[in-house]
């Protein structure tokens, strides 16, 4: 797929990464130091200049576009580059946006404008942790194979009996139809066998049809199906769209910012949704924090990593529960997990999840890259060289695990003696390192 970038920066630069190996990708900009810091990536094209100038996009893309996206520094920026780039012929065309009134009008502005998606990190990032709030110990939820097998990634609860026992003997005493695709246990991501030993505190990626999957969040991950009490740090964008998602969602939600003004302009902002608005700073007033060390979920969005995670700590300390951190810096979003934070969203992956579901959604349908591990649902043809055989005298040679498979719209969990046939769609899961390898043979 032809790919032009607009913007070299922290969004355009990590989906130059992710998607230079199989696509070819032009990237644009004017600061060549930008430009410069991506000469390791080979056959990545390189074109300095203003991505909303129209006749440099006219002749950018006059050799062909499958899909364009803007990730320049604001949004009117973004937009016209995305307009100017439909209307030069790209396929498709992507604007990376803060301001919500374009997320919540899409339809309109996507007939006017001509933009494809509109996109927002700061409302991918809420939409992820409002999930996460109503059902605490589930990090990632996806489905695949129309909606038919449903994927779970969840922390396993300390108080899991099957603690310190072998995958395989949890198995038989859940008695449920579940694939467990990757394990995370400590800093090692695996993909399991029978062998595998599942502790508190790993994080499992499990798949399977929607009623044993209710059941199976139960076992691992504990039973919360009351309404939450929730403490969001600070008035940002994303506190905002968090508390809207969570609207009838949970009982109580209380917000701290410490800007005055601030506090009076979230008063009104947020005036048809059931918040208390206190205007004081839990980490400075102690008070304040032990005046919700009985709440379940604690959130903190603010733009200040640090100020994040030892918030968040702050609130594990006290006896509240879950905790839940935004990290903008990808190397400090990477020691997260040691600090015993239960859900921590880095707002660009976010952002970078859902462009790679666009890039590979004609070939690869609802791809998901999370902790160096690739999801991914194929169409079985005629040509695939492992037609007919049982899953288990092939799952070496094909290097992945077959999560689910759909057969005449009919959703298989599979086990090892199930196989896979021509016209099937298949849910396979592999390392990140050979998903190039695992998706040739597929195709």
Not at 81 to 98: M, Q, R, W, Y
Request: with cysteine; glycine share 6%.
């Amino acid at each position: 797929m032809k790919i032009v970038i607009a913007g070299a920066g922290r969004a355009g630069s990590l989906l130059a990464e992710m998607l230079y190996k199989d696509n070819e990708i032009t990237i644009v900009d004017y600061d060549k130091s930008a430009l410069d810091n991506l000469a390791g990536l080979s056959d990545v094209t390189s074109q300095l200049g203003n991505a909303q100038d129209p006749s440099l996009l006219q002749g950018l893309l006059s050799a062909g576009c499958d899909l364009f996206i803007s990730t320049l520094g604001d949004d009117r920026s973004n937009i016209i580059a995305s307009s100017c780039a439909k209307n030069f012929g790209a396929g498709s065309v992507s604007a990376l946006v803060s301001d919500m009134v374009y997320i919540n009008s899409s339809i309109l502005y996507e007939s006017i404008l001509g933009i494809d998606y509109f996109l927002s990190p700061d409302q991918l990032t809420a939409t992820d942790i409002a999930n996460f709030t109503e059902s605490p110990g589930l990090l990632v939820s996806e489905e695949y194979g129309n909606d038919r097998i449903q994927f779970y990634e969840l922390r396993v609860w300390n108080q899991f009996k099957g603690s310190g026992k072998t995958l395989k003997e949890i198995m038989e005493v859940i008695k449920e139809k579940l694939v467990i695709g990757y394990i995370k246990s400590g800093r090692q991501v695996d993909i399991p066998t029978g062998e595998t030993r599942i502790n508190s505190g790993d994080i499992l990626g499990i798949f399977g049809k929607h009623d044993s999957m209710a059941r199976a969040v139960k076992v691992f991950a504990g039973d919360w199906e009351k309404k939450k009490r929730v403490v969001i740090l600070g008035g940002t964008s994303i506190s905002v769209q968090i508390i809207r998602a969570l609207k009838d969602k949970v009982s109580v939600v209380k917000l701290f910012e410490k800007d005055k003004k601030r506090a009076e302009e979230l008063s009104q902002i947020l005036s048809k949704y059931k918040v208390d608005i206190v205007n004081d700073d839990p980490l400075d007033n102690r008070s304040q924090l032990m005046a919700v060390k009985d709440f379940d979920v604690f959130i903190a969005p603010t733009h200040d990593d640090e100020r994040n995670v030892v918030a968040c700590l702050l609130a594990k300390d006290i006896g509240i529960p879950y905790a839940v951190s935004v990290i903008y810096n990808k190397q400090f979003g990477e020691l997260v997990d040691r600090f015993g934070i239960d859900f921590s969203v880095i707002p660009y992956y976010s952002f970078l999840n859902k462009v790679l579901r666009i890039v590979y959604q004609n070939t690869v349908k609802h791809l998901l890259n999370i902790r160096g591990i690739e999801i991914a649902e194929y169409e079985i043809k005629k040509s695939f060289k492992f037609l007919n055989r049982a899953l288990k005298d092939i799952r070496y040679d094909i290097g992945c695990v077959v999560a689910g498979i759909i057969r005449e719209e009919q959703a298989i969990i599979p086990t090892g003696d199930d196989v896979i046939k021509e016209d099937d769609r298949v849910v396979i899961v592999t390392k990140a390192d050979k998903f190039n390898d695992v998706s040739k043979l597929f195709k």
